[in-house]
């Protein structure tokens, strides 16, 4: 077996863990893609899990955007950095980011697609089948990012797990996305943001950032 075809299998077989969320009543969040983002990317069959598979982890149910609006706790929109108005527009080295505005973080997530997708052809000729795969699923692990940025309402980044600050696309080869977690702070922090539901209002200001290796 070729190593590609074993990384492939594995790349297939990693999946989320329900058993091992901690204890957050369970909370519905809906991604919304934006037409730019899904004409680009396996939004539903690569994007969607990968990030569906580090929030069950935490007790979130994440949902793809067409769902009832009733059947969601919060609505997150998905859009191309392209699509950033230019008060929204992230740093340049950014792969992804969320807007703040007076402090709290907007519920708006903005992807750099293009800078993604050429990380992923950066792995080599012997992943060249895999590069459109990898980057999609490292897209997959920006997004989840930012949406902790956006459901903890914080711009702290740590040494590891979820909120590291920098993503690299190895990394999509070799830690599955159980290394992608909060830590005992965060969850704790993600669970009274929770429970305080969805009093914030959209606000604007400064960017939270996921830079590039
Ligand atoms: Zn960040």
């Not at 949406?147 to 690299?168: C, F, K, N, P």
Request: with cysteine.
């Amino acid at each position: 077996m070729s190593p590609a075809i074993a990384l492939w299998s594995s790349l297939l077989t990693v999946s989320a863990t329900p058993a091992d969320a901690r204890t957050v009543a369970l909370n519905v969040v809906c991604l919304a893609p934006s037409t730019a983002v899904v004409a680009l990317v396996r939004w539903v069959e690569v994007v969607l899990p990968e990030v569906r598979a580090i929030w069950t982890r935490e007790g979130v149910l994440v949902r793809a955007g067409a769902a009832p609006a009733s059947t969601c706790d919060h609505t997150i929109v998905v859009r191309a950095d392209a699509e950033a108005p230019a008060d929204e527009a992230g740093e340049a080295r950014a792969l992804g980011w969320a807007p703040i505005v007076a402090g709290h973080v907007r519920p708006v997530v903005y992807v750099r697609l293009g800078a993604i997708a050429r990380l992923g052809a950066t792995l080599g000729s012997d992943y060249r089948p895999l590069a459109a795969l990898v980057a999609e699923k490292l897209l997959g692990r920006v997004v989840a990012h930012e949406l902790g940025h956006i459901l903890l309402d914080s711009t702290e980044h740590v040494r590891a797990g979820l909120m590291r600050e920098r993503y690299r696309v190895r990394d999509v080869l070799v830690q599955a996305p159980a290394a992608y977690g909060l830590t005992p702070a965060q969850h704790d922090r993600l669970r009274q943001q929770l429970h305080r539901g969805d009093a914030r209002d959209e606000l604007a200001g400064p960017r939270v950032a996921v830079e590039q290796p």
